[in-house]
């Protein structure tokens, strides 16, 4: 078993607190979040944009792993997660997960390419920890 830690620190009030973001690898130190970043245009990151990140490298890695076992180790892939955060009753949830994805990699058709990128979307853990739709959009570059 593998354990991966991440930390938040919050001060204030929902509205004017703000708070800071440490991962154990220390890529992330004290990094600033808070409400202005997550609902406007404010410094500092948020969660979604964290999860967005996660998810896009988590798949990255997932199909880059795949197509290696499949005969096609690609060149490169570039992921983008965009999350949605709606309203939902009282509160908000996460409800949405879209991946778009551009790859290269010589020698794939894109019917083999769509296959496995499917089956990295279906099987990288950030989409299975995710209680969200993912969809994607997968583009194979010759």
Known sequence: MIVKKGSAVWKGSFKEGEGSISTETGVLSDAPYGAKARFEDGRGTNPEE??????????????????????????????????????VGDGF????????????????????????AD????????????????????TLQS
């Open 119 to 138: 089956q990295a979307k279906a099987g990288c853990p950030v989409s299975k920890l995710l209680n969200a739709k993912i969809s994607m959009d997968a």
């Open 93 to 116: 949830a996460i409800t949405a997960s879209h991946l778009t994805v551009v790859a290269t990699i010589p020698g794939a058709d894109q019917a083999k390419f769509d296959d496995i």
């Open 50 to 87: 964290l999860i967005g990140a996660a998810h896009a490298a988590c798949f990255s890695m997932a199909l880059s792993l795949m197509l290696s076992e499949a005969g096609l180790p690609p060149e490169e892939i570039r992921t983008t997660a965009d999350i949605t955060l709606e309203k």
